[in-house]
Nanobody, 126 residues
Framework: QVQLVESGGGLVQAGGSLRLSCAASGRTFSSYAMAWFRQAPGKEREFVAGISRNGGGTNYADSVKGRFTISRDNAKNTVYLQMNVLKPEDTAVYYC???????????????????WGQGTQVTVSS
């Protein structure tokens, strides 16, 4: 198992930037594909970005393509989400998630992830 803890959320004006971090426990971080999801009030949890075990493959939702960048540092057991040109519609609780089953790529579906962090709030004001 793995424990995930997100940080870096907060309040920012539209057009601004935030960098989220997700710190993982244990010694098997490199065995997990990692992803960021978000959930706004009244909406289902949606995929934001994913990254493969070795960082060689990434995947982004169309709504964030070109604005957000996912990366990982396996030596630090940490995955990041750099968010630029933030919009009010980006407001949500952001969760990191880990998937031990995907050897090569990433999944866009929440049900494919076994471990979840507690979430961090991102609020973008207009």
């Amino acid at each position: 198992q793995v424990q995930l803890v997100e940080s870096g959320g907060g309040l920012v004006q539209a057009g601004g930037s935030l960098r989220l971090s997700c710190a993982a426990s244990g010694r098997t971080f490199s065995s997990y594909a990692m992803a960021w999801f978000r959930q706004a009030p009244g909406k289902e949890r949606e995929f934001v970005a994913g990254i493969s075990r070795n960082g060689g493959g990434t995947n982004y939702a169309d709504s964030v393509k070109g604005r957000f960048t996912i990366s990982r540092d396996n030596a630090k057991n940490t995955v990041y989400l750099q968010m630029n040109v933030l919009k009010p519609e980006d407001t949500a609780v952001y969760y990191c998630a880990a998937d031990s089953t995907n050897q090569w790529g990433t999944s866009r579906f929440p049900a494919d992830y076994q471990y979840w962090g507690q979430g961090t709030q991102v609020t973008v004001s207009s």
